[in-house]
C-alpha cells in the first residue's frame, strides 16, 4: 500500500491506494461503494485487467484514508482528479461501484463503467419513512438518535455522518443525463441496495451505454470479474481487450 498527498480547495487529503502493473500501456482506476474500501475491489479485479495499470484508491473516509471533511460526490470527484494529476495521468478508464459510480460519473476519464451505482432517488418503503420520523421526533427533544441510523451510518464522524446523508439524498439525474463518457452500466438482478429499475432508469438517462443485468445482487461483481472485464473488451474495444 502506498499513500499519496493531494491538496483540494486548500485542504489536504491523505489517499491511501495500491498499484498494480506499473508501467502498462493503459490505466484503470477501481472505486469502490460507501463504507467499502479498495481491497473490496482488488478481491474483484485483481487478476484481470492485466494489460492495464491498476489503480485502488480508498476514497477519503474510507479504509486508510482519513477524512473530516464533508464533501459532495463531486467534490470526491475532483479529489480523485488531483491524485491522478499529480501523477500526470488520466485513466483510460474508470469502474465505479455503487456510491464510487457517482464518484467515477464525474472523474475524468472517457470511459467509465458504472457496477450497481448509487444516483437514482427511489421511493423509500414505510419503515424507512417511519424511522425517519420517530428520529426527527427525538432529535426535536435533544435525544440522540445514533441507533436509528443505518448501517452504513453507522461509527461514522459528524463530517462523514453529513457526508452520507447528503449523498444518499441527491438525485444524480443530471449528471448522468450530462455524461459524454462511452458508458457500460452492469447491474445484478437481485440487487436490492440499489434495485434493478434504477439500473434502468440510469440506462435511460446516459446518451452513450450499453446496459447488461447479470446474476447476483448489490456485489454480483465479486465472482464475475472475469466476466466485467470480458464485457469491457467487447464494448470499449480499440486496444481496450486483453
Known amino acids: 500500500m502506498a499513500r499519496r498527498r493531494v491538496v483540494y480547495q486548500g485542504r489536504a487529503f491523505e489517499i491511501a491506494y495500491d498499484r498494480l502493473h506499473a508501467g502498462a500501456p493503459k490505466s484503470v482506476a477501481f472505486l469502490h461503494g460507501w463504507g467499502s474500501c479498495k481491497e473490496l475491489m482488488q478481491q474483484a479485479f485483481k487478476a484481470c485487467f492485466t494489460h492495464y495499470q491498476h489503480f485502488y484508491l480508498d476514497l477519503p473516509g474510507f479504509g486508510k484514508?482519513?477524512?473530516?471533511?464533508?464533501?459532495?460526490?463531486?467534490?470526491?470527484?475532483?479529489?480523485?482528479?488531483?491524485?491522478?494529476?499529480?501523477?500526470?495521468?488520466?485513466?483510460?478508464?474508470?469502474?465505479?461501484?455503487?456510491?464510487?459510480?457517482?464518484?467515477?460519473?464525474?472523474?475524468?476519464?472517457?470511459?467509465?463503467?458504472?457496477?450497481?451505482?448509487?444516483?437514482?432517488?427511489?421511493?423509500?418503503?414505510?419503515?424507512?419513512?417511519?424511522?425517519?420520523?420517530?428520529?426527527?421526533?427525538?432529535?426535536?427533544?435533544?435525544?440522540?438518535?445514533?441507533?436509528?441510523?443505518?448501517?452504513?451510518?453507522?461509527?461514522?464522524?459528524?463530517?462523514?455522518?453529513?457526508?452520507?446523508?447528503?449523498?444518499?439524498?441527491?438525485?444524480?439525474?443530471?449528471?448522468?443525463?450530462a455524461c459524454t463518457k462511452n458508458t457500460l452500466i452492469l447491474w445484478g438482478e437481485q440487487d436490492s441496495t440499489?434495485?434493478?429499475?434504477?439500473?434502468?432508469?440510469?440506462?435511460?438517462?446516459?446518451?452513450?451505454?450499453?446496459?447488461?443485468?447479470?446474476?447476483?445482487?448489490?456485489?454480483?461483481?465479486?465472482k464475475q470479474g472475469a466476466r466485467v472485464q470480458a464485457y469491457c473488451a467487447e464494448h470499449f474495444g480499440n486496444g481496450q481487450q486483453e
Open 65 to 177: 484514508s482519513p477524512n473530516e471533511t464533508f464533501l459532495t460526490p463531486q467534490d470526491y470527484a475532483q479529489v480523485v482528479d488531483a491524485f491522478f494529476h499529480s501523477l500526470e495521468i488520466i485513466p483510460d478508464l474508470v469502474i465505479g461501484h455503487s456510491f464510487g459510480g457517482k464518484v467515477a460519473t464525474l472523474a475524468k476519464s472517457p470511459n467509465l463503467v458504472l457496477l450497481s451505482s448509487a444516483g437514482i432517488v427511489l421511493p423509500k418503503s414505510f419503515k424507512t419513512r417511519l424511522k425517519i420520523q420517530i428520529a426527527k421526533g427525538l432529535r426535536a427533544l435533544g435525544v440522540s438518535n445514533r441507533a436509528l441510523r443505518s448501517a452504513d451510518a453507522q461509527g461514522l464522524n459528524p463530517a462523514m455522518y453529513e457526508t452520507f446523508k447528503y449523498t444518499v439524498q441527491e438525485d444524480f439525474s443530471a449528471h448522468f443525463r
Open 194 to 222: 440499489t434495485p434493478l429499475r434504477a439500473g434502468q432508469q440510469i440506462a435511460s438517462l446516459i446518451p452513450k451505454n450499453r446496459f447488461i443485468v447479470l446474476q447476483g445482487d448489490h456485489y454480483f461483481f465479486l
